[in-house]
Structure formats: C-alpha cells, structure tokens
C-alpha cells in the first residue's frame, strides 16, 4: 500500500509564501507522477500542479498559478514539493498530494492520495 504524507501547511498572510511537502512509503518512487491538488469548502476538487517524468521532467499547472507556484521532486528523499509563493486569500484550501504511474490532470485519474493539509491565507 503506498502512502502520502503532506506537510508545511499552515496560516500565512497574503502575498506571503509556504512551501508544502509530500513523502511517499513507495520504493519506486521515481516511476510515479506526482500532482497537487486543492479543495476549499464548497468547491470541486481542483488540479494545482503536476509533474510528468520520473526525474522532474515537464511540470504543468493550474491555471490560476500564474508563476506563483512551482512543483519539484526529490526522488532521493521520496518528497514531492509545492513552492506556493504571492500567496492570496482565494488560495485557501486543502491541499492534497497524490500519485499515480500515467495520470495527467484529473483526480479521477490517481491511485493513491495523501489525507490533505490545511493552506488558510488571511487578507
């Protein structure tokens, strides 16, 4: 069974930055793509950013990033990790982490998820 475990959420102000961390129990690790996501109360589960390749490969992310957000991996560690910088107040919500071998952007699409981390960003 493979777990992910997030980490680095938390209270921060607008325009503030945190960095989320996601380790995975799985020794091949570097085989799955690795995504976030986010759900605030009373919305649909949304793509936030993903990464293609085993060794970082080709990233891609919601379109409401804009450059403020940046998804890396650390295959040696098995952590997975979301950059969220210029943070606002819509960015609220819970983040989770998840992982599958071919998934892209749709949750539907990944096997395995993380229990999901608290982001709240005050104005």
């Known amino acids: 069974q493979v777990q992910l475990v997030e980490s680095g959420g938390g209270l921060v102000q607008a325009g503030g930055s945190l960095r989320l961390s996601c380790t995975v129990s799985?020794?091949?690790?570097?085989?799955?793509?690795m995504s976030w996501f986010r759900q605030a109360p009373g919305k649909e589960r949304e793509f936030v950013a993903g990464?293609?390749?085993?060794?970082?490969?080709?990233?891609f992310y919601g379109d409401f990033v804009k450059g403020r957000f940046t998804i890396s991996r650390d295959n040696a560690k098995n952590t997975v990790y979301l950059q969220m910088n210029s943070l606002k107040p819509e960015d609220t919500a819970v983040y989770y982490c998840?992982?599958?071998?071919?998934?892209?952007?749709?949750?539907?699409?990944?096997?395995?998820w993380g229990q999901g981390i608290q982001v709240t960003v005050s104005s």
């Open positions: 998840a992982a599958d071998p071919v998934a892209t952007m749709d949750p539907n699409e990944y096997t395995y």
């Open positions: 990464l293609k390749g085993p060794f970082g490969g080709t990233s």
């Open positions: 799985e020794r091949t690790f570097n085989m799955y793509r």
